[in-house]
């Protein structure tokens, strides 16, 4: 009898979670708890415990812990130099889409201003215009922003990003914003680095890459992959202790340390 | 039995001539003359047999050789210094005893003037048809900021007027009154009427208000040209602007209380100047 009545707890239980993970409105109340207490971290300069509250509710599907997190990355990533520059901001913009696709105003008032001003990704005015569009319609108090960026598109572009703006309105979301950032990659390793003004330039798996350039390089040896299969490899940015790269056929860029001799 | 008759020749006396615009475009010169009666001619003639004539024409008209119009001043009632959208004009009405204009304020810029003659340096506008009650020339000449403000500051011209509505005279007043009050009684009696008749047609009645209330709500619009927003500006001001020629099809406006922009050769596809 006993067992029969966990199972059935069970079974209600698994139910729960599954409703909730469904529904359009995943924040719950434990999430909520979550974000209150990031709020109370912060507020106490205690950015780090804030942070991690804020993560967790993210994960659970919470869009207002999602923007603080996102929100909180950002304002310390611009901060931020070098290597944790661009994992902070990617991250954050990460979690301010999220927030964003969930209609959260100020979410898709910060992606406009990272798109206007080029901060952790690259500038583009029409889709900063969009985002902006739909802050806007979320809350009005967004509409004066709207007239100060106006006057920096073409008539061409503002009625392409009206466009746009009815399409996220609508719900057809674009599937990212800006392509996430993965810490390292087995098969990539950099040699060398030599940063100055005339152009940077890395040593990837033997052969030398600037930014901009693409080469063919043969992945460090290892169990997972074989030793003939090449890798075509784009080179996006060059810092004193990082370089940003991609690999062909690969959503996520790769973020390569350069280890201290 | 039809004649054919080839003019061969034009002379103009100087003396009557109260502005004068010339182009050359390739092998042909463009001409456009206002003379102090309010008459006008435009020809255009071949450049090579003529630019000695034309050059002989402005030394009589005390012209530089360098200048290729000229605009007397017995004939400018005056001058309209207008920044509008990030550029500036001026605008010099023509008067002459032949021409009744439009009260001279700072609305003249905002009538429904028409191009006649244009050339790189100017646009010679027409406010009305000869034989109109009212009937003038204005010439429109787009200037730089810096001579905008130097012209301004040295011709001593009165700055940023207001115009200024004139008062109707008592009878008038009184007239407007009366067929104010006629209105009203008759609208007061039509709506006594009306609700003592229950009709099935009350909810049509009032969407029709409310349309007709958010189109006059919406009449007001903002204007998006070079990067610069100007406005709101009233549909008909939009309109007179357009007929003068002072909007272009990159134009853009959105009602005063959207935050949709259209482009405004969508307002006046056919009118639009590219």
Redesign the interface.
Known sequence: MKQLACRFFGVVCLLGILTSAAGGQPASDGSDKLVAQGNTFRSNGKLTEALWAYRQAAKAGNVKGAFAAGDMLFAQGQSDNGRERVLKLSEGIGYLYFAATNRHPQACAKLANALKNGIGIQTNLTCAYAWLKLAAQYNPSYKPDLDRLVVLLQPEDVLQAQKIAAEYISGHWPDRVARPVDQGDSRLTIQGVSVNGNGSLIILNGGTLKVGEMINVAPVRSPKHAATEKLVVSCFEIGADYALVAVAGEPNLKMLSVEPR | MKSIKNVIGIEINPKFVGALFTERIENSLRVFCFYTNGETSQFDMPADENLGNLQNFHSKLNMDEACSSVIVDEVVQGRVYVSSEGSHWLYTLLSTPGNVLPPFNADICNLAWQCCWRSQTADVLEYGKPGDPVHCFAIRTQISENDATRLVKDSNAFTNPLSVQKKQPHRWLYLNIGAVLAFLGILIVLTLFHSFKKSANDSVQSSVTTEATAETRDNSFYL?YN???SGPYAMKIITSMNAGGLLNS?T?CRPENS???I?LATLFPSQLQK
């Open positions: 998006l990067h610069q927003i990159e853009m935050a949709e922009w482009s």
